[in-house]
Structures are given as structure tokens and as C-alpha cells.
T-cell receptor
Framework: DSGVTQTPKHLITATGQRVTLRCSPR?????VYWYQQSLDQGLQFLIH???????AKGNILERFSAQQFPDLHSELNLSSLELGDSALYFC?????????????FGPGTRLLVL | DQQVKQNSPSLSVQEGRISILNCDYT??????FLWYKKYPAEGPTFLIS?????DKNEDGRFTVFLNKSAKHLSLHIVPSQPGDSAVYFC????????????FGTGTLLAVQP
């Protein structure tokens, strides 16, 4: 158990809908990262938040957004969902977010868009 | 543009023997490398890491070797155990303020009893 929690574990929805994925980092960690793992791709970095502020963006679609709240939990919002958004979404956390820090991953949310 | 490559999609070894998983990278700015293990329906689990100032790091049965001139790293597992059967991901970071990880596509290791 990494100490990172994600809810829900599974999510099934329809195209065009909007969903919210939630992540709670390990106790004491200030940084939260979101990654997407599609069937045909490895883990792709989406976005990094540190202590409530966005620090870096990766290949995140404009339909996707995230935020980190004062209690440090984070939410990833996916809107206007398409079939291709079906994937595993992982959250990770680290202490400060500087390069070279180990990231610890949550169990993931499996999203299926029908 | 795949900056981190794991060219072997799968590897099968006998229990007790050595498993060697390989990873190549193209970005010379990467200076921190990590290996993660992943079981189905679980998140990646951190195994071992290495900084670019080192060429070897060891933790129990796991050793990571880094060859910066060849832009190549490898993970050695000795001895291999059936419980090591999983997908192994290599990841790299450029050590900057973002700490974003660039992952390889993974190698499925099967350790046969």
C-alpha cells in the first residue's frame, strides 16, 4: 500500500459525459501528479500540482482539467468524453516535487467510455 | 517521439536465475532514473532508482546499472522468484522543477517455477 488513494476504482460512462476522479496523496506529500495509461501506450504524464498550484503540464487535452485543494487532495475532471478517453488514470504523489524525487502511485481509476 | 524505450515487450526466465531488463533513453538531460513494477489492476510500485552521478545502485535482489555514454540502463534481479512476475517500467526525469516522469512501454517478466 503506497498510501495514495484514488476513487472511484472503476467508472463506466457514456460519450459526451463529464466525470471527476479523486486522489488523496500520501500524508506529508505536497505534490500530486496525474498519468494516463491507454491500451496502446505506456504511462503518459498529464499534469503536476504542488501545494495547490499547477507546476507542469504534459499531454493533457483541453477537455481535461485538474486542481489541488487546500487539504492537498486533487481532482481530475474529464469532460465531453470520447471513446478514446477510456484508460487507466493514475495519481502519484511526492514530498516536494523537485526532480529526482520518487513518486508513489495510487491504485488507479479505470475509466470506460461507451 | 519515444524518449524512453524498452525494446523487449516480454522476458521469460527460470526461478533462481538472473532477470535482466533493459531500457534505453535518448534525452541527455535525463539525470534520474527509476524502475517500477506493476501487477494487473494495481498501480506501479517503486522498486529502485539511480541518479546520473552513479553507475550502480543495489537494493537486496535488485541492482540497477547506468551507462550514460550509451544512454542505457538495466535492472538485474537475482535470484528471480515467481512473485517477480509483473510488468516492469523504466522511467526518467530531467531533475528539474517539474519532476515529471517519462515512462517506457514496459517489459512483461514471467518467472517460471
Amino acid at each position: 500500500d503506497s498510501g495514495v488513494t484514488q476513487t472511484p476504482k472503476h467508472l463506466i460512462t457514456a460519450t459526451g459525459q463529464r466525470v471527476t476522479l479523486r486522489c488523496s496523496p500520501r500524508s506529508g506529500d505536497l505534490s500530486v501528479y496525474w498519468y494516463q495509461q491507454s491500451l496502446d501506450q505506456g504511462l503518459q504524464f498529464l499534469i503536476h500540482y504542488y501545494n495547490g498550484e499547477e507546476r507542469a503540464k504534459g499531454n493533457i487535452l483541453e477537455r481535461f482539467s485538474a486542481q489541488q485543494f487546500p487539504d492537498l487532495h486533487s481532482e481530475l475532471n474529464l469532460s465531453s468524453l470520447e471513446l478514446g478517453d477510456s484508460a487507466l488514470y493514475f495519481c502519484a504523489s511526492s514530498v516536494s516535487g523537485w526532480g529526482g524525487e520518487t513518486q508513489y502511485f495510487g491504485p488507479g481509476t479505470r475509466l470506460l467510455v461507451l | 517521439d519515444q524518449q524512453v524505450k524498452q525494446n523487449s515487450p516480454s522476458l521469460s526466465v527460470q526461478e533462481g536465475r538472473i532477470s535482466i531488463l533493459n531500457c534505453d533513453y535518448t534525452n541527455s538531460m535525463f539525470d534520474y532514473f527509476l524502475w517500477y513494477k506493476k501487477y494487473p489492476a494495481e498501480g506501479p510500485t517503486f522498486l529502485i532508482s539511480i541518479s546520473s552521478i552513479k553507475d550502480k545502485n543495489e537494493d537486496g535482489r535488485f541492482t540497477v546499472f547506468l551507462n550514460k555514454s550509451a544512454k542505457h540502463l538495466s535492472l538485474h534481479i537475482v535470484p528471480s522468484q515467481p512473485g517477480d512476475s509483473a510488468v516492469y517500467f523504466c522511467a526518467a526525469s530531467d531533475g528539474g522543477a517539474t519532476n515529471k516522469l517519462i515512462f517506457g512501454t514496459g517489459t512483461l517478466l514471467a518467472v517460471q517455477p
